[in-house]
Nanobody
Framework: QIQLVESGGGLVQAGDSLTLSCAVS???????LGWFRQAPGKEREFIAS????????EYKESLKGRFSVLGDNTEDTQYLQMNNLTLEDTAVYYC???????????????????WGQGTSVTVSL
């Protein structure tokens, strides 16, 4: 049984950094691990993905440079480092696994098969 557990969220101030963890268990074949977030009243938004067989990472263009996927495809715990946080980064953050083939998209929530419960990040002034 595949399980994902996010942790590391909390209340931080604007300009702070925070690192989230995603512990994965029970997986077999995995094509991508994705990071997403969902702010109140908004759709779930792609942040980054890790291609499991190569370790290649991809990012939403507007978050590139501030957000980084740490760890690699040899570990079952992955991390999302977030720097210089702003009020607009307030959201529930999720990690997810895509277990279907590598082909096709991997930057939409609907591409992913398994999800964690999410961890809340609140950024204040």
């Amino acid at each position: 049984q595949i399980q994902l557990v996010e942790s590391g969220g909390g209340l931080v101030q604007a300009g702070d950094s925070l690192t989230l963890s995603c512990a994965v268990s029970g997986r077999s074949f995995t094509s991508y691990l994705g990071w997403f977030r969902q702010a109140p009243g908004k759709e779930r938004e792609f942040i980054a993905s890790l291609r499991w067989n190569s370790g290649k990472t991809e990012y939403k263009e507007s978050l590139k440079g501030r957000f980084s996927v740490l760890g690699d495809n040899t570990e079952d715990t992955q991390y999302l480092q977030m720097n210089n946080l702003t009020l607009e980064d307030t959201a529930v953050y999720y990690c997810a696994l895509k277990v279907s083939a590598y082909m096709g998209s991997h930057d939409r929530a609907s591409d992913y098969d398994y999800w964690g419960q999410g961890t809340s990040v609140t950024v204040s002034l």
